[in-house]
C-alpha cells in the first residue's frame, strides 16, 4: 500500500509543481487558478491521500494486479474521475477557467499525470 501509494505521489507532486508554478505559469495565473500564494503543503497533503486511497484500491480490487492492461485501465478510470471532479467543474464555475485553453491543458496535465502513475505502479508491481 506505501508503494502504491508512492508510485502516485513522486512523480505527481514535481510534475504538478513544474507543470502549475513553473512551465506554464503565466497561464494558470491569468486563470487565476491558484491566487497568489498557492500552499504547497496543502497540495502535497492532497496527494498523499489520493495516493493512499488510489493503492488501498488497487490493491483489494479483485483483479490480477501483475498486468500492464489492468494496472493502465485502472489509472485511466481514476484519472477520468479526477478530470470530471476538476476540469469539468471549473469549466462550469469559474469564468476565468472556462477557456478552451484552460480545459485542453488541464486534461493534458492529467493524462500525463495518471500515465505517470501507472508506469510507477507496474514499477511496484513488477520490480518489488
Known sequence: IILGALAYILPSMPYGYLWHLKVFKKQYDKWQ?????????????????QGTI????????????????????FAAI????????VVVPSMASHTTTRTPGFFF??????????????AFLCAVYFLV
Open 78 to 85: 481514476m484519472g477520468i474521475f479526477f478530470w470530471s471532479r
Open 105 to 118: 491543458l488541464e486534461t493534458a496535465y492529467l493524462v500525463g499525470q495518471y500515465a505517470l502513475f501507472a
Open 33 to 49: 487558478y491558484f491566487g497568489p500564494n498557492p500552499n504547497v503543503p496543502l497540495a502535497f497533503l492532497a496527494m498523499f491521500i
Open 54 to 73: 488510489l493503492s488501498v484500491t488497487y490493491a483489494i480490487l479483485p483483479i490480477q494486479h501483475t498486468s500492464v492492461a489492468n494496472i493502465f485501465a
